[in-house]
């Protein structure tokens, strides 16, 4: 079972469209850009808005959701155990 995602938003493709935000408000919000961008808490580093750190089972699913659904496919899971 999966307990752990990387995630990472590539701004130079996100449209600032919102549906990772409204589907996962929890780890996704807008930067100043209006761009999408990983919320403090699940940034693997502090400065690095656009790679997160996953272990909660539902925003996992959520996340995976988030992935195929991005119209730019901005939105990529990078590693799972
Ligand atoms: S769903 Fe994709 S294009 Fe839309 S804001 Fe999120 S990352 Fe950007």
Redesign the pocket.
Known sequence: MMTMIKVK?DKTT????????IICPEV?EYSKEI??QIKEEFREKIKEANIGIITDAKLIKQIKT?ES????H??RIEKST
């Open positions: 938003i996100c449209l600032g469209c919102g549906g990772c935000i996704f761009k999408a988030i659904l991005c119209p730019t901005s939105i």
